[in-house]
């Protein structure tokens, strides 16, 4: 959740027939939801866009392949118990979700919620809400250079003012480091030595000589040859 964004529902009712262990991407087409009556039903994401397809970071791929791992050693486990002892232990529920209990049941969404608060408190860590991750989410992918537009769909939010909304006030120091990005790769006269590059003293290095930077200017100049000029 800390990467990919999903709700608490979308991971809870995430099955493996829609999780491509190939190409490292889950497609979030259903959700767990529960009432106050504590009862659990499949239900369809909260929007149109809520269906969306996820590609893994490598830390959520690398942890669901070790997850894949342990479930099938649980239910080997979980299925001998079965065996020896029907009478304390049920068969294996085999529901095919890629988040389970030891049984093979999937997760109460409540159950989800309590399990986070009880590592947050273990860990002396400031309370935060389960769903905040997903806001962690979010700001570290603006951190990252990714659009709002990419948020968007990351987040499965119905509309894009709404995660315009809830995050434009991340976006002044992004846009800071974005705009010091271009000035970080021309060479500068008394640049500390430290950080120079430069293979001897006033000679760029190779590195610096294999960023060719353009002025693009319009196609054409007055007498219709190129005014796209170098500059070193």
């Keep these: ?22 190409k490292g991407r889950a497609n979030i087409v259903e959700q767990l939801v529960s009432d106050a009556s504590y009862d659990v039903w499949e239900d369809t994401p909260k929007s149109r866009r809520g269906r969306r397809t996820v590609t893994l970071d490598s830390a959520t791929f690398a942890l669901m392949t070790a997850w894949r791992d342990v479930q099938k050693a649980q239910r080997t486990e979980w299925e001998g118990k079965h065996k020896k002892g029907p009478e304390k232990y049920r068969p294996y529920v085999d ?30 860590l400031p309370p935060i809400r389960l769903h905040e991750l997903r806001h962690c989410a979010a700001s570290l992918s ?34 800071k480091e974005a705009a010091d990005a ?9 640049a500390d030595p430290a950080t120079d590059n430069s293979t001897e003293a006033g000679e760029p290095s190779q590195a610096v000589e294999s960023k060719a930077l353009y002025l693009v200017q319009p196609d054409a100049s007055e007498d219709g040859k190129s005014c796209n000029q170098g500059v070193a």
Aim: overall charge positive.
């Design 95 to 124: 529901s095919g979700y890629v988040f389970t209990q030891a049984d093979g049941r999937p997760w109460h969404p409540d159950n989800v919620s309590q399990a986070f608060e009880r590592l947050i408190k273990r860990l002396g």
């Design 142 to 175: 603006l951190a990252a250079g990714l659009s709002m537009k990419a948020v968007q769909a990351l987040l499965g939010h119905a509309s894009y003012s709404l995660t315009a909304d809830t995050y434009t006030s991340l976006m002044p120091q992004f846009e």
């Design 182 to 190: 271009p000035v970080a790769l021309v060479p500068r006269k008394g």
């Design 1 to 22: 959740m800390v990467f990919c964004a999903p709700r608490r529902g979308e991971a809870a009712g995430l099955p493996w027939a829609e999780v491509d262990m190939t």
